[in-house]
């Protein structure tokens, strides 16, 4: 298995700038996971889907970030407009069961907003 | 709100010394366990699952325990080797939702 696959792995855009960032989790994987590290806060939950429903967005910072995930194999996490202070790393995870048992992270996206 | 603490956060050891890494988390309802490594502009690789029924689990020169009740649980490194270093990351999860990380020790083997 490819593993977690995110794209891009590198994005620089300037402020107000909307971003897009993708997932394909593990195959057969039915939870998948947003989160964001920076130096100050380190590792975050953003957003959690279950079954590809939303469960847990508490962590999604404001209204200018969303999150979808419209089939098992695909998520995007947009960010519109985007700021300085999004600059950080996005990691996606996925796992298996109900509830999930160990996360598999892939490889992240590292987004700076100038 | 869970709460996720790793001592120390930095850490130099000479080759071949055993060592421990220690995570402390605040509400004991969790579970399950997991210990990552992360290696500098890389993501996190998994290194050990701990269940909330579980005691430890073991992986080659790896060890972590679970002592739920006083919210514990510790890693250790035997015959540790320069390619250990990396940060290691402890990280809880109650269940039906996300991981809650520590901030990570960041370990450096020295040659």
């Known amino acids: 298995d490819a593993g977690v696959i995110q794209s891009p792995r590198h994005e620089v855009t300037e402020m107000g700038q909307e971003v897009t960032l993708r997932c394909k989790p593990i195959?057969?994987?039915?939870?998948l996971f947003w989160y964001r590290q920076t130096m100050m806060r380190g590792l975050e939950l953003l957003i959690y889907?279950?079954?590809?429903?939303?469960?847990?967005d508490s962590g999604m910072p404001e209204d200018r970030f969303s999150a979808k995930m419209p089939n098992a194999s695909f998520s995007t996490l947009k960010i519109q407009p985007s700021e300085p202070r999004d600059s950080a790393v996005y990691f996606c995870?996925?796992?298996?069961?109900?509830?999930?048992?160990?996360?598999?992270f892939g490889p992240g996206t590292r987004l700076t907003v100038l | 709100k869970q709460e996720v603490t790793q001592i120390p956060a930095a850490l130099s050891v000479p080759e071949g010394e055993n060592l421990v890494l220690n995570c402390s988390f605040t509400d004991s309802a969790i579970y399950n366990l997991q210990w990552f490594r992360q290696d500098p502009g890389k993501g996190l690789t998994s290194l050990l699952l701990?269940?909330?029924?579980?005691r430890e689990q073991t992986s080659g020169r790896l060890n972590a325990s679970l002592d739920k009740s006083s919210g514990r649980s510790t890693l250790y490194i035997a015959a540790s080797q320069p390619g250990d270093s990396a940060t290691y990351l402890c990280a809880v999860s109650r269940g039906a939702d996300g991981l809650t990380f520590g901030k990570g020790t960041h370990l450096i083997i020295q040659p």
């Open positions: 889907f279950n079954n590809n429903v939303p469960i847990d």
């Open positions: 701990i269940q909330s029924s579980q």
């Open positions: 195959s057969g994987h039915n939870s």
């Open positions: 995870a996925s796992s298996l069961g109900d509830p999930p048992v160990e996360q598999f």
